[in-house]
Nanobody, 124 residues
Framework: QVQLVESGGGLVQPGGSLRLSCAPS????????IGWFRQAPGKEREGVSC????????NYADSVKGRFTISRDNDKKTVFLQMNSLKPEDTAVYYC?????????????????WGQGTQVTVSS
């Protein structure tokens, strides 16, 4: 299984932006579909967005559509999650995940490989 490392989390005011990065500790992400998930205290892990390994098809949770954008840079072996217009309810630990195949489900149990997570806090 591929090992993943997230970065880019932090504290931001409501309405602000952050960009999260997900990179493999070795090898490449070329043949993996990559997803972003988040988990707030006391809540289940929920799917945020994913980008498929072929053609870069994307999928977004309704709660982030129009505010978050997922992209991948295969040359830099990195997947990004650009988060704009952040809200306090976006506060959570954000995880990236990887799976083989091109399907892009926002269901945590469908993803075998996970990073360690990065904290995002939206607060004034």
């Amino acid at each position: 299984q591929v090992q993943l490392v997230e970065s880019g989390g932090g504290l931001v005011q409501p309405g602000g932006s952050l960009r999260l990065s997900c990179a493999p500790s070795k090898y490449t992400l070329d043949y993996y579909t990559i997803g972003w998930f988040r988990q707030a205290p006391g809540k289940e892990r929920e799917g945020v967005s994913c980008i498929s390994s072929n053609y870069g098809s994307t999928n977004y949770a309704d709660s982030v559509k129009g505010r978050f954008t997922i992209s991948r840079d295969n040359d830099k072996k990195t997947v990004f999650l650009q988060m704009n217009s952040l809200k306090p309810e976006d506060t959570a630990v954000y995880y990236c995940a990887a799976k083989r195949g091109s399907s892009c489900p926002l269901v945590a149990t469908d993803w075998p490989s996970w990073g360690q997570g990065t904290q995002v806090t939206v607060s004034s």
